[in-house]
């Protein structure tokens, strides 16, 4: 650290201890998280599909399964959570 930094520190003239940029969390931080989740499994799926199963409709019908239990889980969880906040502003 600089001379002039710790001193302009000392002075209290440099925000301590606040990141520079602060974003309030979101209730759905975990809904994406888990779609950046199913999303790379995915990947690996298609990437698979080609070596497990021999005959294209097959494999068409497994990652549409894939896709479709994606789809359904995911709009579960954010029908859930739009739920819980829904409740929650409620008692507040």
């Known amino acids: 650290m600089t001379a002039a930094r710790r001193r302009a520190e000392e002075d209290g003239s440099v925000a301590q201890g606040r990141p520079w940029h ?11 998280l888990a779609l950046a989740g199913w999303l790379a499994v995915g990947l690996l799926v298609f990437l698979l599909t080609d070596r497990l199963l021999d005959t294209g409709w097959l494999q068409v019908a497994a990652l549409g399964a894939y896709g479709i239990a994606a789809a359904a889980w995911t709009v579960w969880r954010t029908r859930a959570v739009l739920r819980s906040e ?6 507040g």
């Open 22 to 32: 602060t974003v309030e969390a979101s209730p759905f931080n975990g809904v994406k």
């Open 86 to 91: 829904r409740h929650g502003s409620r008692d």
